[in-house]
């Protein structure tokens, strides 16, 4: 059975969205003050830093952080002050795509991980009933030896467990 993993799944068509975004230059509503405008910059790179720390997910992440990275030096080379801001502000949102899918990534790892030990207690759980009903077959065996060998003690015949030695 394939277990789809919706959440990587629906990245890519995430990346898609973004790089039109990036390709077509959506403008973000100017900011009135200049430091506001290097917030988003600021804060880019520092979750692109977090992001870039983890070596787990580097190749899943790898497009994000480079679209963040080639995005903020669009922003540092850019006069406009409007355009300046779209740009950082889009380089935040693909260093926070990194983080979502790195984090998506993570909690993958973890679902397998118990996936895995769910597996193993269920195979535990079937060996353990089928060990019980063998216990339970055996103490009805023994029961039945039981009422049989009162019952030829009462009729005064030989024990049944005697004429099988």
Known sequence: ?????????????LFGVLTVWSTVGAQAPSVASAPAASAPADEARRVLQAVEADESARELV???VNQAHSTLDQAAHE???DRRAALEAMALEWAETARDLKRAHDAEQASDRLEQALSGLQT??????????QALA???????????????KSAGGAPAGAARQ
């Open 1 to 13: 059975m394939v277990v789809q993993k919706p959440i990587v799944a629906g990245m890519g068509v």
């Open 62 to 64: 790898s497009r994000a």
């Open 79 to 81: 006069a406009a002050p």
């Open 124 to 133: 535990e759980l079937v060996r353990t009933r089928a060990s019980v009903e």
């Open 138 to 152: 055996r103490v009805g065996r023994a029961r039945q030896e039981l009422s049989e060998l009162e019952r030829n």
